[in-house]
């Protein structure tokens, strides 16, 4: 399988034995695994390069397929730098754009014109609406949206609308899906359109139907690279397994520890079976680690080595090992923040790069107590993706709020007045703002006008007359109600809620997690307008940073990304691992989850910080959390946990002791464990013992205290009871103010 030795190209140079063979290998099928950290993307272009330098691939012969725009364009310049302008001949790029590119030329045997249009999200689900119309689908119970997805996820399998069966279509729109996906196959072509999807479900039919296209590509295209293959869904795969000819000169690089993209249709079995597929092929592992230390290594492959489905690879470095990881325990998440908001000042103060810091959340919403922490402190910050309040459904909520706060906010109005869908067309929308401006009237005004004459449709009208209703009772129910039930209140009877409950698209479950993070957030303060100025302020943030700001993100965009600390808060059951996966996705799912934690520790170079609190207020209720079990599964002699930093060492272990852990048999490598916990459990234990005369126990039962009781908590100090809920309590403590604790946290002075 090895080439023929060449003259020694610059390239070359520097690379450790496994990359060399890699990038030597020219001939043949190649699966490269690369882990983390080990100059993956070296390998690509120095093998790219070796291909044209070497004459073994003329490079217009040449297919190299990236995921990201970006990373072809980086792939570009650097093998132009190599071998000069020759590179501009590869055939390169993403999956989309490479197979858009070949459909240009095919477009007629599939009933398309060269010049066909390329739909977007929006013009498909418009289009998607159209059809349900005329079948009479109801859209509250079968959204547009997601019966696009549905549509989307066959297509991601390489399934045109002939191959779906009565079982796979099931239920979805009435029985009726297949036929749907059918006349949105035939709309497009008489619209001379394709959306994302087509582009390769397309190209699969061409080289499926046609051997003569099939053949003259299996003569250009001589060699195929391919990055992130683990990433790859089912039409990809047989996207590539088409067009390798009989010589097989396939190149895939990956890591099978890294796909963490299964929600979107990644199949991490193309990756695993690649040597049944090509027997005889060569693999190369790349396991030389230039990035993290010995420490942050060992804890991440002990953690990934509980998954069964992986081809397995032990990563090492030269360096040395460096600091342990740290593992710490807080009494809840804002602590958590706080907590973190400290180590990260107090590694600037030693001089550390803002940049090169980053926090690191398993969902969306755990965004929220770190930006406000940040903003409070004025530590300077970047959010990948949008910020927790300018996102669309918190900026929609938040315009609800506004408007009842204060009824001239025509903005407000603007935003939500048709959101959700009230039946207001164009025509509603325009003589409103003729009456407003008629009338010199806030826009909210001019609609109680309107409701009251007959300018309008009588279904308009009616609508129009509701939501001013609502909004006036809603107005009167602010000095009797609690600004968080007025919030819950308002986001149901509105139906906004319920609009995102209807929503079966992937994203629909992380906007009712901001939602109910959103209601959270504002029992932090004493009224609706204290947490409206708030968020004034918080939005008009200043965002111009010359010395550089941490980076806050989701562990799936942190993929790719390296810094010298990582945060990585909220390990914690439930959280993460995401018990939503957990319960779609089984055992499959815990492994994806836990090639999340992989990644995410393998983003250090340096210094990694993991945490969980003892408490989370999760839908408004504040719950017990126990530490996720990745973090019993971290090998002992990587870790510090360290408790001093949060709860006197024994509060998040004893809380953690009284839960109740569904299905405990599920941690790996059970067989010594006691009640459901493992060693972790038990390494916590120990420490709870050893730490019983700290002064503080946590109450075990909260029959013992009674309203007005003189009480202390570790974070408020002391206060008085006011009202008992459970194993609730409200205190009315001296300084803190009123604040609602779990009974756990709390003793008698």
Known sequence: ??????????????????????????????????????????????????????????????????????????????????????????????????????????????????????????????????????????????????????????????????????????????????????????????????????????????????????????????????????????????????????????????????????????????????????????????????????????????????????????????????EKLRVNGYWDGADEARAVSADIEAMQADGHELSQIAVLVRAGFQTREFEERFIAIGLPYRVVGTRFYERAEIRDALAYLRLIAQPADDLAFERIINTPKRGLGTASIQALHMQARASDKPLLAAAMDLAHSDELRPTARTALGGFCQNIGRWRDAVGSMHHTDLAKMVLDESGYTGMWMADKSPEAEGRLENLTELVNAMQDFDSLQGFLEHISLVMDGDRDNEDGEVTLMTLHAAKGLEFDTVFLPGWEEGIFPSQRTIDENGAIGLEEERRLAYVGITRARRHVQLSFAGSRRIHGQWQSAIPSRFVQELPPETVIEDMAQGLGGAVPFGRAAQAQLTGGAAFSGSGDMRGGYGPGWRRMAERQAANADSGFTPNRNKTEFANGERVFHQKFGMGNIIHIDGDKLEIAFDKAGHKKVVAGFVSKP
């Open 1 to 322: 399988m090895q080439s023929a030795p060449h003259p020694e190209h610059p390239w070359l140079t520097g690379l450790n034995p496994a990359q060399r063979d890699a990038v030597q290998t020219l001939s043949g099928p190649l699966l490269v695994l690369s882990g983390a950290g080990t100059g993956k993307t070296r390998v690509l272009t120095s093998r790219l390069a070796e291909l044209v330098a070497t004459g073994t691939a003329k490079p217009w012969n040449i297919l190299a397929v990236t995921f990201t725009n970006k990373a072809a364009r980086e792939m570009k310049q650097r093998v132009s730098a190599m071998v000069g302008p020759m590179a501009e001949q590869v055939w390169l790029g993403t999956f989309h754009a490479l197979a858009a590119r070949m459909l240009r030329r095919h477009a007629d045997l599939v009933g398309l014109r060269p010049d066909f249009t390329i739909l977007d999200m929006d013009d498909q689900t418009r289009l998607i609406k159209q059809l349900m119309e005329a079948e009479d689908l109801d859209a509250k119970r079968w959204p547009a949206r997601m019966l696009g997805g549905v549509i989307q996820r066959w297509k991601d399998r390489g399934l045109t609308p002939d191959k779906i069966g009565t079982a796979e279509a099931g239920d979805i729109a009435n029985g009726r899906m297949r036929e749907l996906y059918t006349a949105y196959q035939a709309r497009l072509l008489a619209l001379n359109a394709v959306d994302f999807g087509d582009l390769l479900l397309h190209m699969l039919t061409v080289l499926q139907s046609h051997p003569d296209v099939l053949a003259e590509y299996h003569g250009r295209i001589t060699h195929i690279m391919v990055d992130e293959y683990q990433d790859t869904n089912v039409a990809q795969y047989l996207w590539l397994r088409l067009l390798t000819g009989a010589d097989r000169n396939l190149c895939c690089v990956g890591d099978d520890d890294q796909s963490i993209y299964g929600w979107r249709g990644a199949e991490v079995g193309n990756i695993l079976k690649f040597e049944n597929d090509f027997p005889g092929a060569a693999i190369v592992r790349l396991e030389e680690n230039y990035r993290s230390t010995g420490h942050i290594l060992a804890a991440a492959s002990g953690i990934i080595a509980r998954n069964e489905s992986r081809l397995g690879k032990t990563l090492y470095t030269a360096a040395d090992a460096g």
